[in-house]
């Protein structure tokens, strides 16, 4: 079955940098864009950024333009998210996505970032 | 970028009941908007995609409708666990965009 499995959070000073990876199992990762979602403490959902499984052109939200970099490899089954810059709003869980069509078929189970000095 | 407004924000409810949760955009969707299903300390889980089309796994007491910028979830028979928090999403513009949730809670 479809497995994401996120890591690599954890607490980190403003302006720093962190770097989240997901690795997928049970299908074929290479097949399928994919997606980082956050959610703030007791907030919504938020998209973050997407990247194509050609490895075309990404996008993401504004406020994560110019210091995150969403990336893949397609031969270790594995999403990055390099997080530069980060600032206290960073904070939330980020959860890897599968797409399906733009919408988000299969989740991880998240990963904890806490940006705080 | 596409604004969604669900309402309401909790809807009190007892099991059997049904629910009717609105999601309502800044702009025409057309057909493509999807519902989340969020259980407390979990990932979301994708319930419905192109408004009424059930994903993989969910049960039929689950329906998607509308149109355009109005769109509704119903829940028929809410069974326990049917109690979390449901989100709208829509996928026409970059960014995609979520509603803010609606909580189905336990009267």
């Known amino acids: 079955q479809v497995q994401l499995v996120e890591s690599g959070g954890g607490v980190v000073q403003p302006g720093r940098s962190l770097r989240l990876s997901c690795a997928a199992s049970g299908f074929s990762f290479s097949k399928y864009a994919m997606h980082w979602v956050r959610q703030a403490p007791g907030k919504g959902l938020e998209w973050v950024a997407v990247m194509p499984n050609d490895e075309t052109t990404s996008h993401y939200i504004d406020s994560v333009k110019g210091r995150f970099t969403i990336s893949r490899d397609n031969s270790r089954n594995t999403l990055y998210l390099q997080m530069n810059s980060l600032r206290t709003e960073d904070t939330a869980v980020y959860f890897c996505a599968r797409d399906l069509r733009y919408y988000f078929d299969s989740w991880g189970q998240g990963t904890q970032v806490t940006v705080s000095s | ?107």
């Open chain 2, 1 to 107: 970028e596409i604004v969604l407004t669900q309402s309401p924000a909790t809807l009190s409810l007892s099991p059997g009941e049904s629910a009717t949760l609105s999601c309502r955009a800044s702009q025409s969707l057309g057909n493509y908007l999807a519902w989340y299903q969020q259980r407390p300390g979990q990932a979301p889980r994708l319930l419905i995609y192109d408004v009424s089309n059930r994903a993989t796994g969910t049960p039929a007491r689950f329906s998607g409708s509308g149109s355009g910028t109005d769109f509704t979830l119903t829940i028929s028979n809410l069974e326990p666990e049917d109690f979390a928090v449901y989100y709208c999403q829509q996928r026409t513009n970059w960014a995609l965009t979520f509603g803010g949730g609606t909580k189905v809670e336990i009267k």
